[in-house]
């Protein structure tokens, strides 16, 4: 009986080994992260990406995070790279990052974040909210009505708003022409004012100066690379800028109405989880909007130029 009772539990032994060696291994996943640029806003928008993710997945997940240095030529390589590498998901951190990313993959989920208007973006007619295809993400669009609202909160007595943006972001055409059409609504005249690269952002930032009361700059990644050549014109020349941003605002502004690029990124997150698990599909998604915008102001160019800060305006830190 004793020798049966030891033949059993050996048995016993064998087939639950057997089912340890051939259980299948856990799921692991690769993400893909391909960056336009460094910049403040687009680096919080990766960090909240990738933080939400580890704390959902932790030791599950691994990123592949590459950064652009603001080459368009470079999004297409790293994103090559990544669909040869054949990552389990793509996120792609400004315009042409997400640009780059349709372009390449039609089946590997492509997440964008810090993109203003997708439709825009990817060239969709009519564009209802959902993409439809293997891309959806985050947009980094604050109410353009309330930004054009804020300009004329502080500065009702002007009549002239000149719109500083580059020619060749889709995303920054978008916003200008919106915000053209608000700022006409609220009796500005409005001209627009646009560089083609790094080459010509002071020299068209000073035209713009010689020609109108304020400037607007959308949340334009040229722009957002260059407020200190920006700020070295309009300081000097007494104009105040009202930008789509806080970190532009920091550079360069007066006032914004902001999101949090790190909460962006943390909603971008919690879609990739979604889809990494098979919660969701890609193809069904909508664009997610931030929840929340800030009205926020630069204290210290405020005090260079002499403005007084409207109620309900938060001071950006230094």
Known sequence: MKKVFCLILALTMVFALAACSTAPAEKTYRVGIVQLAQHPALDA???????????????KVTFDNQNASGETANCAIIVN???????????????????AAASATATIPVLGTSVTEYGT??????????????????SDLAPLDEQAAIIKEWFPDAASVGLLY?????????????????LTKLGYAVTLFSFNDTNDVASVTQTACDNVDVIY????????????AIANVVLPAG??????????????GVATLSISYYDLGCQTGEMAYKILTGAEKVESMPIAYAPNVTKKYNAANVAALGLTVPDGYEAIAD
């Open 45 to 59: 928008a990766t960090q909240g990406f990738m933080d939400t993710l580890k704390e959902k997945l932790g030791d």
């Open 81 to 99: 790279g990544f669909v040869s590498d054949n990552v389990d998901l793509i996120m792609a951190n400004a315009t042409p990052a997400v640009q």
């Open 121 to 138: 973006a990817l060239s969709i007619d009519n564009f209802s909210g959902t993409v439809g295809t293997n891309v959806s993400g985050t």
């Open 166 to 182: 580059c020619s060749a972001e889709a995303n920054s055409i978008y916003q200008v022409k919106v915000m053209q059409e608000e």
């Open 217 to 228: 700059i959308p949340t334009d990644n040229i722009a957002a690379n260059n407020t200190e």
């Open 239 to 252: 104009v105040p800028v009202v930008t789509g941003e806080e970190s532009m605002c920091k550079g360069c």
